[in-house]
């Protein structure tokens, strides 16, 4: 059977470059390695709590918005427990790229970068990548320059037979919202480490030895 390896993307920061930083994630499965069985064990859990089976999105369940606007802090660190349990099972790894934004003067200077950081990427695994017949780029096109990043980029390093992009809404791809999970962990330790963490992710995650230990050491396991 042919082998076929999936990238999910996700960003942090926009093209206004209006955030201190401006991130990039990848999370990288090989889909010869099912994951259907940890969805269910995942959403069978959620069920035995009594949680809402929500699509995964981190920055609203942290911030109390979107769908978890009327849920009780209570019921979002569980939700975020319970996923954290799903991602540590899920066989994958993952690559987040950041950028200072004051350090580039525009949307196109951001993507250049970003191009160049997944070349890079690529080469220093190109024996990985090119064993598989197809690469399937999952991405949102929200940003205009993460997604140009992503075409060059990849068209670039890899046989342009071999890369399908695929339109990719996060309520429809665990994986999606897996890449959505690290995104936001790497964000919030670039958070902490500026000293630019909000009382909310305090409250969530602790003091940055805390986050450090817990949650972005589980999260970390799995980089590439």
């Known amino acids: 059977m042919p082998l076929e390896l999936s990238l999910f993307c996700d960003e ?19 889909q010869d390695d099912s994951i259907t069985e940890s969805i269910a064990l995942y959403e069978r859990s959620l069920a035995d709590k009594g949680l809402p089976n929500l699509a995964f999105h981190a920055s609203p369940l942290i911030n109390a918005k979107d769908a978890y606007k009327n849920l009780s802090p209570e019921i979002r660190k569980k939700l975020l427990s ?3 349990v799903f991602f540590r099972h899920l066989p994958i790894k993952y690559c987040v ?6 350090e580039h003067g525009s949307p196109e200077d951001a993507a250049n970068s970003m191009r160049r950081a997944l070349v890079n990427l690529m080469f220093d695994h190109l024996d990985y990548f090119q064993q598989f017949d197809t690469v399937k780029i999952y991405y949102d096109n929200g940003q205009r320059s993460v ?6 980029a990849i068209d ?43 009382a909310t992710d305090e409250k ?3 003091s940055w030895s805390m986050f450090k230990k817990g949650i972005l050491k589980e999260v970390r396991a799995k980089q590439l």
Request: hydrophobic content about 40%; charged content about 20%.
């Open 12 to 30: 942090s920061g926009s093209d206004a470059l209006d955030s201190r930083y401006y991130l990039l994630a990848l999370v990288i499965h090989d």
């Open 156 to 198: 670039y390093a890899l046989s342009k037979n071999a890369v399908a992009y695929k339109p990719a809404c996060q309520t429809d791809y665990r994986l999606a919202q897996a890449a959505d999970f690290v995104c936001t962990m790497e964000f919030t330790a670039l958070k902490y480490l500026s000293h630019t963490a909000t």
């Open 97 to 102: 790229f950041s950028l200072r934004t004051k």
């Open 204 to 206: 969530f995650f602790g």
């Open 82 to 84: 319970s996923f954290r």
């Open 147 to 152: 997604a140009d990043a992503l075409h060059k």
